[in-house]
């Protein structure tokens, strides 16, 4: 049954999926610390912990949500800020899980508010954000302080996720049809590659923030090839690649974080769809 502790149960099953899952190269797994020298799992773990009663939180606003989407946003919002100064505080101000906390609030409130319908809640997270990069891109010649996502929208056209969210997470309709695709495959197999699809094409944020938009579309370009070698691999192959690729982006100091956390998002949709 989709209940807003159901949601919050399988968005925590997610996040854990993620972080569980190795080799991610340039990222944080059980067996490297990628491109990260300030976080472990063991930092993931705690910020996951925190920010469970806020999962629960987005869930049960937007099964009770009656009013507007521009309502049920602001409020989602709201708690998000909070669930945000509680996961820095849990980590010391490292962030862990920001981008993805924004995410997982949007559809938590979304899902519970269309009942599970897959479809139809990422049209509500359209419906609730459209008004972000207007709003939030507004007037920024006037601020004295840009965080990374304003600095990349004036000089590169980037929205990053708050683009996705406005335009209803095409990225992550598009990667769920990819792992369904693949359901033949083990369990980890199908991470693996989900993950190498996203870093093919997803507006990766995090890794423009480190490396600049060369970095960006260098990484974009060796994800794709190594995408179309993946289909012919072995399991223990494609590790053995995405071993010797954690290695080159660690060299880099680059992460693919914005795919980390469609990652987490595709796994949590597939676990709705599965109990829908």
């Known amino acids: 049954?989709?209940?807003?502790?159901?949601?919050?149960?399988?968005?925590?099953?997610?996040?854990?999926?993620?972080?569980?899952?190795?080799?991610?190269p340039g990222l944080v797994d059980p067996i490297s610390t990628g491109a990260h020298k300030d976080m472990t799992t063991d930092t993931f773990y705690k910020s996951i912990e925190a920010l469970r009663p806020y999962l629960l939180a987005y869930a049960k606003a937007g099964s009770r949500h009656n009013g507007t989407s521009l309502d049920l946003f602001n409020e989602l919002r709201t708690l998000g800020k909070q669930a945000e100064d509680a996961m820095m505080a849990t980590t010391n101000h490292i962030n862990t899980h920001k981008g993805a906390n924004f995410s997982f609030a949007l559809i938590l409130g979304a899902t519970a508010h269309t009942k599970g319908n897959i479809p139809e809640a990422l049209h509500y997270c359209h419906l609730m954000t459209r008004h972000l990069i207007e709003v939030d891109f507004a007037n920024l010649d006037q601020k004295e302080h840009l965080s990374y996502g304003e600095k990349l929208y004036i000089e590169h056209g980037i929205t990053g996720i708050r683009g996705e969210a406005a335009t209803g997470y095409p990225s992550l309709a598009k990667a769920l049809d990819y792992y369904q695709s693949i359901e033949h495959l083990s369990k980890r197999h199908r991470d693996l590659l989900l993950l190498l699809y996203l870093m093919s094409f997803v507006e990766d944020g995090n890794i423009i923030h480190r490396g600049g938009i060369d970095a960006y579309k260098q990484v974009q370009k060796e994800a794709q090839q190594l995408f179309e070698e993946a289909q012919t691999l072995t399991e223990a192959q494609l590790t053995n690649r995405l071993e010797d690729y954690d290695n080159i982006l660690i060299e880099r100091n680059l992460s693919p974080g914005g795919s980390a956390d469609l990652l987490s998002l595709t796994f949590f949709l597939e676990q709705i769809q599965k109990n829908g």
């Open 1 to 24: 049954m989709i209940n807003p502790e159901f949601l919050a149960q399988a968005a925590t099953n997610a996040l854990l999926q993620e972080v569980n899952l190795a080799p991610k």
